[in-house]
């Protein structure tokens, strides 16, 4: 089994910056892709950044040049670091491990539990 955990969610004003974390743990060969996705109160879960095994990056138009997607030293850790949030960004924020593969081949998609990220104006 494989399990996700976030953290560094929060409140924080207009302008401000935060951190998420997550780390993926459990029966893992390799995972093909880390993923953060948001969803806000009444609309759909959206793609907000995106990093493959071999570092290539990608990022929603509404977050180019404030958000950034890294992976942490530790093995399959990703961040993601939010500067000039905006009340926009409000949302439930979830990592998603993408082709995690197990010692006998079989591949499965995860999700993280979710961790809330508020930006009062």
């Known amino acids: 089994q494989v399990q996700l955990v976030e953290s560094g969610g929060g409140l924080v004003q207009a302008g401000g910056s935060l951190r998420l974390s997550c780390a993926a743990s459990?029966?893992?060969?390799?995972?093909?892709?880390m993923n953060w996705y948001r969803q806000a109160p009444g609309k759909q879960r959206e793609l907000v950044a995106a990093?493959?095994?071999?570092?290539?990056?990608n990022y929603a138009d509404s977050v180019k040049g404030r958000f950034t997607i890294s992976r942490g030293n530790a093995k399959n850790t990703v961040y993601l670091q939010m500067n000039n949030l905006k009340p926009e960004d409000t949302a439930v924020y979830y990592c998603?491990?993408?082709?995690?593969?197990?010692?006998?081949?079989?591949?499965?998609?995860?999700w993280g539990q979710g961790t809330q990220v508020t930006v009062s104006s």
């Open positions: 459990g029966r893992i060969f390799s995972i093909n892709a």
């Open positions: 990093i493959t095994s071999s570092g290539s990056t």
């Open positions: 998603n491990a993408q082709g995690v593969r197990d010692y006998l081949g079989t591949q499965n998609n995860y």
